[in-house]
């Protein structure tokens, strides 16, 4: 049975709560706060299961055990029921701040103590338990991130990781060299350009030996060119959404660029409201003594697009588990009005080409 510990000066209180709680707790009494302290540190965690504290005794009240209690690690093990004739808001507000379950006013009703307890006991179990499950997750989390460094560091040591990561700079280089191609002839040809800007990025080694191991691969040179196809990655930001199809498929009409996949993120956009087109390409690259093949990933947006889906990742809002379905339905609604001003703005840029 679970041990209940009632503090109170009071003989007719505490023998009041001893008849109610009798039949399903083994019930014990202490006088006042110091006595209840010494009986605390007597039992192991777990050995009483809740606390009824009365706030007005001598020697120590009911607010200087809870402090001590607090002080001595206590307020976390034991769940504390305030029992009071005190009707104030802000003495309950008190008691609940330094950290009390519960607040049971005197007289007692013996189905509303019994109520309270249980309830206090039990949702005091479960936040224990998700705490240690919270701790647990904390130290196997630390551990894969151990070995994730770990790996990592293997990686950037080995002499043929460093050669592939300079083939995936070279393959960025030549699909970076090629856009600016093509952004020169539109300029000559056009008198406008179809990209704003380009950036690229490499891939970490922890990002890819993580990556590698959600796929089950062992992290090695082959399986990371086998395996992975976003190690080069390049994002492309153009003004408008036809200079991202218009662009693209120069690129990918190009005689030795192969197209492996295309993800249209723009006609068929994600559930939150993403929108971008991503390109898998095999782009050659020219080295001393060869040609050879490398994967890159090309993402097109427009600036709207871009801003957008920059700020969507900031946010982290996944993370986060309160109002995430509201948060999600925000989102896609500034996505769509986003969607809306890009061909709004296409459409204005058509009337001022007709015009000239």
Request: proline letters at 3%; glycine letters at 4%; aromatic letters at 8%.
């Amino acid at each position: 049975m679970q041990r209940i510990l009632v503090v109170d000066d009071t003989e007719l209180n505490c023998e009041l709560l001893k008849e109610i709680l009798r039949d399903g707790y083994i019930v014990e009494m202490a006088r006042d706060g110091e006595e209840a302290l010494l009986r605390l540190r007597e039992y192991p965690p777990g050995g009483v299961s809740a606390m009824f504290l009365d706030l007005q005794m001598p020697k120590m009240d009911g607010f200087s055990v809870m402090a001590q209690m607090k002080r001595e690690g206590l307020m976390a093990r034991i769940p504390v029921l305030i029992i009071s004739s005190e009707h104030s808001v802000e003495v309950e507000n008190q008691c609940f701040e330094m950290g009390a379950s519960d607040f049971i006013h005197k007289p007692f009703e013996g189905s509303i103590v019994k109520n309270r307890v249980k309830n206090a006991i039990e949702l005091f179990s479960c936040k224990n338990q998700l705490e240690w499950e919270v701790k647990e997750q904390a130290k196997t989390l630390k551990k894969q991130y151990q070995i994730i460094q770990m790996q990592a560091e293997k990686l950037r040591e080995a002499e043929p990781f460093h050669r592939l990561m300079m083939e995936y700079q070279a393959a960025i280089m030549e699909v970076e060299t090629r856009l600016k191609v093509l952004n020169a002839e539109f300029s000559q040809l056009y008198k406008r350009n179809p990209f704003e800007s380009i950036k690229s990025r490499l891939k970490t080694p922890e990002s890819i030996y993580e990556k590698l191991a959600r796929k089950g691969c062992p992290a090695t040179v082959e399986c990371i060119r086998e395996n992975l196809t976003d190690v080069a990655g390049l994002r492309v930001i153009c003004s408008f959404p036809d200079d991202i199809y218009r662009l693209s498929d120069f690129l990918i009409c190009q005689d030795d660029i192969i197209l492996i996949k295309k993800k249209d993120y723009i006609k068929n956009p994600k559930t939150n409201g993403y929108r971008s087109l991503h390109l898998i390409l095999d782009v050659p690259i020219f080295l001393s003594n060869e040609k050879k093949y490398m994967k890159a990933e090309v993402q097109f947006r427009t600036i709207a697009m871009d801003f957008w889906a920059s700020l969507e990742h900031k946010l982290g809002y996944k993370r986060k588990g309160d109002n995430t379905e509201e948060i999600v339905r925000q989102l896609k609604v500034c996505a769509d009005s986003i969607e809306e001003l890009d061909y709004q703005m296409q459409e204005i840029r058509n009337k001022i080409d007709k015009a000239q």
